[in-house]
DNA sequence: CCGAATCCTCTTGGATACTG
DNA sequence: CAGTATCCAAGAGGATTCGG
């Protein structure tokens, strides 16, 4: 399959860029894809994704999450008791991304040891 | 298949990150994935690949492409011609990733709508 | 426990001008 | 044609503090 093929409705020539683009601008950010991820087991609280996650901030777990819940990726759900807990798990929708998003591990764990190497090969080729 | 069954080698707990993540940091930029694209059906010179892909700037792509390059995503064949002229190609390791992307852009077209409908709902909850 | 608000820094990337 | 170099604006994202 090309990619070309994909824009029935939208493009004529290069235009293969807009689908990706529009992906890209929802969970090509730097924790959209992690945190979809993390929930792919099941429903997570916020607290248990933070330390799950790993390098994220307070702060921009919420806003991923807000925006994950925007779109419909994920849903949240409140318990009002004391303390306060929520539950954060992966939509209908939201579990289709998982099949790309596997596409996209799988061919890492492939490939990025290639890559290191090549990044190698030409960091030291310039100089010497 | 769990994402979790994919770090043999590296994890214990949410470590699904570190793949993910280090595909993001490569191909997660904003051109990167659009410019593999546009190599999807053979080389093609700098200045046809600036048109097609619309909107880069002549200084993005360039960076664009040496990241590629280095990577060993893509080659790049200079033909000492006056003026002269440069093409690109995906390598063999490139082509694999072709895969991933129509996976993602695949999915984009079926959701894209269901994701702006959300929003829209999203949008208007809150206030009203 | 979950989150909002503020501040501040660093990176990304666009515009422009210049070279071989 | 195919870049490189410089400047600059905008935004992403980390640290910290406060609130329910």
């Known amino acids: 399959m090309k990619l070309s093929e994909l824009n029935f409705p939208i493009s004529q020539h290069g235009d293969d860029c807009r689908v990706v683009r529009e ?10 894809l992690l945190v979809i991820a993390a929930l ?3 429903p997570v609280r916020f607290n248990q994704l933070r330390r799950q996650i790993d390098g994220i901030s307070q702060r921009m777990l919420t806003i991923t999450l ?6 419909g990726l994920i849903s949240r759900t409140l318990f009002p008791t004391i303390p306060p807990r929520v539950d954060y ?13 596997i596409a996209l ?16 090969r030409y960091g030291s080729s310039p100089e010497a």
Chains 1, 2 share one sequence.
């Open 66 to 71: 807000r925006g994950l819940e925007r779109d």
């Open 105 to 120: 591990a799988t061919w890492a764990n492939k490939n990025l040891d290639v890559i290191k190497d090549a990044r190698q």
């Open 23 to 32: 992906i890209l601008d929802r969970v090509g950010d730097k924790w959209s």
């Open 40 to 42: 792919d087991e099941g």
């Open 89 to 101: 798990e992966l939509t209908e929708v939201g579990r289709t991304l998982l099949g790309p998003i």
